[in-house]
């Protein structure tokens, strides 16, 4: 049982524990003032216990089911960030994969746009033959 005017390792934790849970108990100097007291009393009001500041079995198993909703809260929000992370992964294979699909469609074109251009070129003969030719028929 912590009170006011206990001291030591188990008031330092006491006061990391209220800090957790988003009170403040003063500096973590492992001494049970008033100002740690006033934090127990907030969590106890929080957590509809007994307002008292003393942290008895009833407190502390306050603190460990804050804990563990804590620490599932945690292990979901990773789950989500994990799922959301896979989406986003997926999407950008699939707009990489449109992208170089894209690029070679354009690539295909512009081949056989060149490939038709030497054709034609080759039928007509060209300017250059076309100019040697007339040269030869006089």
Partial sequence: M?????SGAE????????LANKINPGPVDGLFGPKTED???R???MHDLQVDGIVGPKTNGAFEAAAAKASSSLSQA???MA????????AQER??????ASQQRASSKATSKEADATKSVDKKG???SRIFKRGTDK
Avoid: P
């Fill in 2 to 6: 912590l009170k006011r005017g206990s």
């Fill in 11 to 18: 008031v330092e934790d006491l006061q990391r524990k209220l």
């Fill in 39 to 41: 934090a127990v009393r």
């Fill in 43 to 45: 969590f106890q009001e």
């Fill in 78 to 80: 990773k789950d989500a």
């Fill in 83 to 90: 799922a959301s992370d896979a989406r986003a992964k997926a």
């Fill in 95 to 100: 707009a990489d994969a449109a992208r170089r």
């Fill in 126 to 128: 060209g300017i250059f």
